[in-house]
């Protein structure tokens, strides 16, 4: 196209307007760009299309009262990247958004100011909602969710009912982790460091009658499918951790003089001969069995009631001061040896992790060791190595001490023939235990799912049947859970009362609801078919879009919320209901943004940034800009505003220079570079290197102001790779350019491999291995052609001349050694 030069007056007149107003008025252009995109509906997901599916995931946020903080923006702001280039890439994307909202925070709120938890909850998933669409994210509205709407919690307890159909659902009274603050019993991955969750109070130990999942059913499954999918390496390391599968052996210890025995688990059954006592957790039953010939039973019970007021996490603290009391009366049996072994009740033993019991080693296990010390038992070594004098031995070495295994210096070898005596003997077997226990899957609290049970007095639990879901929650003004830690619904006699499905009888309902990672295990599902009454999905639309593509979150749900969703999800596929076994085929995780100080933000230090006043201040893309910029994106940044105003010059540098275009096609001097910069952000966005992307793009407009020009074409190509981070500047330049529809869906630049690569470099000279100077060589030339330009030079050449070279070194690209004498 060629201008008149009044024409050309015009549209540079014209096109100054325009980047006034994108410098200067960006409050005019993030609405404008943000209403055309809703109007047109360019980020609604097609059903079952034509293109190549693309399906990204970020975890759906609890709509807090507070609303949104920068975190929120860097979780989103990589899937928000990655689903706008591939829609440029010409794939049908789904990117949802939907909200977690039953749980605790919520009811606390409610219960402080009199509101009910719909109004909270409905006021905040508005004021989010809000929010997210000023920051200009690609979500695709049509598809939001809310875990707390009838429709939805509907199929949460269809699943439930699914897994009670297939055994995978039991009740059991057991000591449990429960918050006397929020009064509610918590599961040990809600209660870590013996801390609540929500409130953060301490938790204490209390006996109720506890719902499971058995999810303990399905742990190898969740390992295996650790190797059919790409997470990141510490993601899945910790999903291995807190699964903790460990094979070994179970051995059975009889008790001295009498018919009965009690069994054990251990990982080392080749220490079995450094045995010298046994350590049982304070609730084990065989205590009660024989209380009549205890002879210390008073001290016993003395500590058995001391440890009931202990949590968790403090029993089985590692670095604490070792209690226990040793049973009088009871000796237990060597399996090998015959000979008589203590028994002892020590509070860092635990009912709920492998049987209850221990066989101690203390010259190889540091807990025994410290245990042996302070009771003043014998400690046998049978590994050779360090000093059992000072420490226990916890590495590996020769056999001693240890009969038939004398002389074994392999450790998988020693175990295989230990196990193989005890199965000749039948007192032991090979076995496999794992550290993760069943799901402990109620609370005691209102805003949650009902559990779809009934206990009637003649057929004992019995499922509500599925054509009655969903079990709705019933309206209350008291959100208060009793004293006692029973649930507000215990008190509505019209919601408690029915009538037995099964025989018609009157019934009691289960008063107790879903914990808040009930809703959040299956939601991914729910968006590919949020509107259906008759599934939880159409399978069609499952098969097309499943699995998850990609999913981003925090490194604090990659165990937790991951591995239930795993498990829910390998479930269903057991049932036919959805056709991949594993939900997300990609995950990865973002760092924690700091606040200006470098510490975690939080409102008691005053150090939090709302995004919302970085938005107003300097634009969505700057702040979308920003987030990217600041950093490794997997790592935690401290936040700079004076690195905020620094992606703010590069916006406006990026608007200015639509003054600087001139004709169309390629410039000979930027085409290299351009092609490099498309090269390097088409891979470091797809590898999550935002920062390097955004820092080839600054370096791509430095060129061009160097260079002072650039066509129209270059211009495009520069905001089609920056329009994924900040597409609102980048929407209203191509308009200015006269761009047909919207930049958001044109195609992604193209770089060719041959482009990118410097036809010059500069490769280093050492002499003798010290750096004598550079030599400009053509691109991958041949060693024989590099030596000769490399004599050539005529610093190098005098330096060698006289010298006979002895040695050639010669790394493409890089550098040449000549070795001389």
Same mark, same amino acid.
């Given at each position: 196209m060629v201008l008149l030069p009044v024409e050309y007056g015009a549209v540079c007149q014209n096109l100054y307007e325009r980047r006034m107003i994108m410098r200067h008025e960006f409050r005019k252009i993030e609405p404008k760009w943000q209403k055309k995109w809703d109007e047109a509906g360019i980020f609604h997901a097609v059903d079952n299309g034509d293109k190549p599916k693309f399906y990204g995931l970020v975890e759906f946020p609890y709509p807090s009262g507070a609303g949104m903080h920068v975190g929120h923006i860097k979780a989103y702001s990589s899937l928000e990247v990655i689903s706008r280039k591939r829609r440029m890439e010409g794939y049908n994307v789904l990117f949802p958004i939907g909200f977690d909202a039953f749980g605790l925070p919520t009811e606390n709120y409610a219960i402080k100011t009199g509101q009910h938890p719909r109004k909270i909850t409905d006021d905040n998933i508005v004021k989010f909602t809000n929010q997210l669409k000023r920051v200009g994210f690609s979500f695709d509205w049509d598809r939001v969710i809310d875990t707390t709407e009838e429709d @939805? @919690?509907?199929? !949460?307890?269809? %699943?439930?009912?699914?897994?009670? &159909?297939?055994?995978?659902v039991f009740r059991d009274t057991a000591l449990v982790n429960y918050c006397p603050s929020c009064k509610v019993v918590l599961s040990n991955e809600d209660s870590q460091g013996g801390k609540c969750d929500i409130c953060h109070s301490d938790i204490v130990q209390k006996s109720k009658t506890v719902w499971y999942?058995? %999810? !303990?059913?399905?742990? *190898?499954?969740?390992?295996? /499918?650790l190797d059919t999918v790409d997470y990141l390496p510490n993601i899945r390391q910790q999903q291995i951790n807190w699964i903790g599968k460990s094979t070994g052996a179970f051995v059975d210890f009889k008790l001295s003089g009498k018919d009965d025995s009690f069994r054990i688990y251990t990982t080392r059954p080749d220490t079995l001969f450094g045995v010298t006592f046994m350590v049982i957790a304070p609730e084990h039953p065989m205590i009660d069995k024989y209380a009549s010939e205890i002879k210390n039973m008073d001290a016993i019970e003395a500590y058995r009631e001391n440890c009931a007021k202990k949590t968790e996490f403090e029993r089985t603290q590692l670095v604490k001061e070792k209690t226990g009391v040793r049973i009088e009366g009871l000796t237990a049996s060597h399996p090998l040896t015959g000979k008589e072994v203590p028994i002892y009740i020590a509070d860092y033993v635990m009912m709920g992790y492998g049987t209850g019991a221990i066989m101690a080693v203390p010259a190889h296990d540091e807990r025994d060791y410290e245990f042996a010390k302070k009771f003043g038992i014998d400690i046998i070594q049978v590994i050779e190595g360090g000093n059992i004098e000072e420490a226990a031995y916890a590495g590996d070495g020769k056999m001693i001490n240890s009969d038939f295994l004398n002389g074994y210096t392999n450790k998988k *070898?020693? %175990?295989?023939?230990? %196990?193989?005596?005890?199965?000749?003997l039948g007192v032991g077997e090979a076995g496999v235990q794992y550290k993760m226990k069943d799901w402990a899957f109620n609370r005691q609290r209102y805003w949650g799912e009902p559990i779809p049970i009934v206990h009637c007095p003649h057929c004992g639990v019995v499922p509500v049947p599925y054509e009655e879901l969903p079990l709705r929650l019933p309206k209350v003004e008291n959100f208060e859970p009793g004293q006692e830690g029973e649930s507000p619904l215990a008190r509505i006699d019209s919601f408690v009362n029915c009538k037995c499905p099964k $025989? /018609? $009888? *009157?019934?009691k309902r289960e008063t107790d609801t879903m914990p808040q990672w009930a809703g959040s295990s299956w939601y991914f599902l729910r968006y590919i078919d949020p509107h259906n009454d008759q599934a939880l999905a159409d399978p069609e639309k499952l098969k097309y879009w499943m699995p998850v593509d990609w999913y981003n979150g925090g490194m604090e749900h990659v165990t937790r919320h991951m591995i239930y969703s795993r498990f829910w999800h390998h479930f269903l596929y057991d049932i036919g209901v959805v056709n991949?076994? &594993?939900p997300y085929a990609k995950r990865t995780a973002q760092g924690l943004i700091l606040g200006p100080d470098g510490d975690k933000m939080s409102k008691s230090k005053g150090n939090v940034v709302d995004p919302l006043d970085v938005v107003e201040e300097y634009g969505a893309d700057v702040l979308r800009t920003y987030v990217l910029f600041m950093g490794d994106y997997g790592a935690a940044t401290p936040w700079s505003e004076n690195s905020v105003k620094g992606c703010k010059r590069f916006l406006e540098r990026v608007a200015a220079l639509t003054d600087m275009v001139s004709g169309e096609g390629v410039t000979p001097e930027l085409e290299s570079a351009f092609h490099k910069t498309i090269k390097k952000v088409s891979n470091d966005l797809e590898e999550t290197k935002f920062n390097t992307a955004i820092a080839a793009l600054m370096g791509l407009v430095n060129d061009i102001y160097a260079k002072g020009s650039l066509t129209k074409d270059e211009l495009v190509t520069l905001i089609k790779l920056l329009c994924p981070i900040a597409p609102h500047i980048c929407e209203e330049i191509w308009e200015s350019l006269g761009g047909e529809g919207f930049l958001s869906l044109a195609s992604w630049p193209q770089y060719e491999e041959s482009k990118t690569i410097d036809a010059m470099v500069e490769v280093g000279v050492q002499i003798n291995g010290k750096v004598r100077g550079a030599v400009a060589l053509p691109a991958g030339c041949e060693k024989d052609e590099a030596i000769r330009l490399v004599l050539e030079d005529g610093r190098i050449h005098s330096l060698v001349d006289g010298k006979t070279i002895v040695k050639q070194i010669y790394v493409p690209n890089k550098i040449v050694n000549l070795v001389v004498k």
């Amino acid at each position: 196209m060629v201008l008149l030069p009044v024409e050309y007056g015009a549209v540079c007149q014209n096109l100054y307007e325009r980047r006034m107003i994108m410098r200067h008025e960006f409050r005019k252009i993030e609405p404008k760009w943000q209403k055309k995109w809703d109007e047109a509906g360019i980020f609604h997901a097609v059903d079952n299309g034509d293109k190549p599916k693309f399906y990204g995931l970020v975890e759906f946020p609890y709509p807090s009262g507070a609303g949104m903080h920068v975190g929120h923006i860097k979780a989103y702001s990589s899937l928000e990247v990655i689903s706008r280039k591939r829609r440029m890439e010409g794939y049908n994307v789904l990117f949802p958004i939907g909200f977690d909202a039953f749980g605790l925070p919520t009811e606390n709120y409610a219960i402080k100011t009199g509101q009910h938890p719909r109004k909270i909850t409905d006021d905040n998933i508005v004021k989010f909602t809000n929010q997210l669409k000023r920051v200009g994210f690609s979500f695709d509205w049509d598809r939001v969710i809310d875990t707390t709407e009838e429709d @939805y @919690y509907k199929w !949460t307890q269809w %699943i439930f009912l699914k897994m009670f &159909e297939n055994g995978l659902v039991f009740r059991d009274t057991a000591l449990v982790n429960y918050c006397p603050s929020c009064k509610v019993v918590l599961s040990n991955e809600d209660s870590q460091g013996g801390k609540c969750d929500i409130c953060h109070s301490d938790i204490v130990q209390k006996s109720k009658t506890v719902w499971y999942l058995r %999810i !303990t059913k399905y742990a *190898d499954k969740l390992l295996e /499918g650790l190797d059919t999918v790409d997470y990141l390496p510490n993601i899945r390391q910790q999903q291995i951790n807190w699964i903790g599968k460990s094979t070994g052996a179970f051995v059975d210890f009889k008790l001295s003089g009498k018919d009965d025995s009690f069994r054990i688990y251990t990982t080392r059954p080749d220490t079995l001969f450094g045995v010298t006592f046994m350590v049982i957790a304070p609730e084990h039953p065989m205590i009660d069995k024989y209380a009549s010939e205890i002879k210390n039973m008073d001290a016993i019970e003395a500590y058995r009631e001391n440890c009931a007021k202990k949590t968790e996490f403090e029993r089985t603290q590692l670095v604490k001061e070792k209690t226990g009391v040793r049973i009088e009366g009871l000796t237990a049996s060597h399996p090998l040896t015959g000979k008589e072994v203590p028994i002892y009740i020590a509070d860092y033993v635990m009912m709920g992790y492998g049987t209850g019991a221990i066989m101690a080693v203390p010259a190889h296990d540091e807990r025994d060791y410290e245990f042996a010390k302070k009771f003043g038992i014998d400690i046998i070594q049978v590994i050779e190595g360090g000093n059992i004098e000072e420490a226990a031995y916890a590495g590996d070495g020769k056999m001693i001490n240890s009969d038939f295994l004398n002389g074994y210096t392999n450790k998988k *070898d020693s %175990i295989a023939r230990m %196990i193989k005596e005890l199965e000749k003997l039948g007192v032991g077997e090979a076995g496999v235990q794992y550290k993760m226990k069943d799901w402990a899957f109620n609370r005691q609290r209102y805003w949650g799912e009902p559990i779809p049970i009934v206990h009637c007095p003649h057929c004992g639990v019995v499922p509500v049947p599925y054509e009655e879901l969903p079990l709705r929650l019933p309206k209350v003004e008291n959100f208060e859970p009793g004293q006692e830690g029973e649930s507000p619904l215990a008190r509505i006699d019209s919601f408690v009362n029915c009538k037995c499905p099964k $025989c /018609g $009888c *009157d019934a009691k309902r289960e008063t107790d609801t879903m914990p808040q990672w009930a809703g959040s295990s299956w939601y991914f599902l729910r968006y590919i078919d949020p509107h259906n009454d008759q599934a939880l999905a159409d399978p069609e639309k499952l098969k097309y879009w499943m699995p998850v593509d990609w999913y981003n979150g925090g490194m604090e749900h990659v165990t937790r919320h991951m591995i239930y969703s795993r498990f829910w999800h390998h479930f269903l596929y057991d049932i036919g209901v959805v056709n991949t076994p &594993e939900p997300y085929a990609k995950r990865t995780a973002q760092g924690l943004i700091l606040g200006p100080d470098g510490d975690k933000m939080s409102k008691s230090k005053g150090n939090v940034v709302d995004p919302l006043d970085v938005v107003e201040e300097y634009g969505a893309d700057v702040l979308r800009t920003y987030v990217l910029f600041m950093g490794d994106y997997g790592a935690a940044t401290p936040w700079s505003e004076n690195s905020v105003k620094g992606c703010k010059r590069f916006l406006e540098r990026v608007a200015a220079l639509t003054d600087m275009v001139s004709g169309e096609g390629v410039t000979p001097e930027l085409e290299s570079a351009f092609h490099k910069t498309i090269k390097k952000v088409s891979n470091d966005l797809e590898e999550t290197k935002f920062n390097t992307a955004i820092a080839a793009l600054m370096g791509l407009v430095n060129d061009i102001y160097a260079k002072g020009s650039l066509t129209k074409d270059e211009l495009v190509t520069l905001i089609k790779l920056l329009c994924p981070i900040a597409p609102h500047i980048c929407e209203e330049i191509w308009e200015s350019l006269g761009g047909e529809g919207f930049l958001s869906l044109a195609s992604w630049p193209q770089y060719e491999e041959s482009k990118t690569i410097d036809a010059m470099v500069e490769v280093g000279v050492q002499i003798n291995g010290k750096v004598r100077g550079a030599v400009a060589l053509p691109a991958g030339c041949e060693k024989d052609e590099a030596i000769r330009l490399v004599l050539e030079d005529g610093r190098i050449h005098s330096l060698v001349d006289g010298k006979t070279i002895v040695k050639q070194i010669y790394v493409p690209n890089k550098i040449v050694n000549l070795v001389v004498k």
